[in-house]
């Protein structure tokens, strides 16, 4: 049974992440979702927020699980029984960090085999950094993430702009 992993942050899960998804399930008999717990990077939602927003936007499809995971990918990647690591391309910039990150995966974990799919060209300026500075200038999010996570952005965002201008609970 061939078993892959898509790891990532996911803070938020965009429209090109399912992208990838989507794309990665008829390829494999179960796909698990890693959300790294990747403190360094500030993550606007908890850990525990961004599995769940993982679990509702991947709620439908067959064979796809979401489990949280820190230290080496790799690590978790053999823990869950995985062979294979799912990867998004964007943009050449991406191929580059990928083609990195795929070498040192086969110095670590010679047994891992890397895959990157290529992002749908509408969703291949999508980041979810660029995501968040849209939602916090109040900007539309359609077509960019699934609706619950456009509600969890605004919901988020008001409640630290309250929080910025005294309006808030503190």
């Given at each position: 049974?061939?078993?892959?992993?898509?790891?990532?942050?996911?803070?938020?899960?965009?429209?090109?992440?399912?992208?990838?998804?989507?794309?990665?399930?008829?390829l494999?008999?179960?796909?698990?979702?890693?959300?790294?717990?990747?403190?360094?990077?500030?993550?606007?939602?908890?850990?525990?927020?961004?599995?769940?927003?993982?679990?509702?936007?991947?709620?439908?499809?067959?064979?796809?699980?979401?489990?949280?995971?820190?230290?080496?990918?790799?690590?978790?990647?053999?823990?869950?029984?995985?062979?294979?690591?799912?990867?998004?391309l964007?943009?050449n910039?991406?191929?580059?960090?990928?083609?990195?990150?795929?070498?040192?995966?086969?110095?670590?974990?010679?047994?891992?085999?890397?895959?990157?799919?290529?992002?749908?060209?509408?969703?291949?300026?999508?980041?979810?950094?660029?995501?968040?500075?849209?939602?916090?200038?109040?900007?539309?999010?359609?077509?960019?993430?699934?609706?619950?996570?456009?509600?969890?952005?605004?919901?988020?965002?008001?409640?630290?702009?309250?929080l910025?201008?005294?309006?808030?609970?503190?």
């Open positions: 049974m061939a078993i892959a992993v898509y790891p990532g942050t996911f803070d938020p899960i965009t429209c090109g992440h399912m992208d990838i998804i989507e794309r990665a399930v008829p494999v008999d179960k796909l698990i979702v890693g959300v790294y717990e990747n403190l360094a990077k500030r993550p606007l939602f908890s850990l525990e927020e961004r599995v769940r927003l993982v679990e509702e936007a991947v709620k439908d499809l067959p064979n796809v699980e979401v489990k949280a995971f820190k230290g080496l990918t790799v690590d978790f990647i053999h823990q869950v029984g995985g062979k294979i690591m799912i990867r998004g964007r943009a910039s991406d191929f580059e960090r990928e083609f990195e990150m795929a070498l040192m995966t086969r110095k670590l974990a010679p047994d891992i085999e890397p895959l990157c799919l290529m992002t749908s060209s509408q969703y291949q300026f999508l980041s979810s950094t660029l995501i968040k500075e849209v939602a916090e200038l109040g900007g539309c999010l359609e077509g960019m993430v699934p609706d619950h996570v456009a509600a969890a952005l605004r919901e988020k965002f008001s409640t630290s702009t309250k910025a201008t005294g309006k808030g609970k503190r």
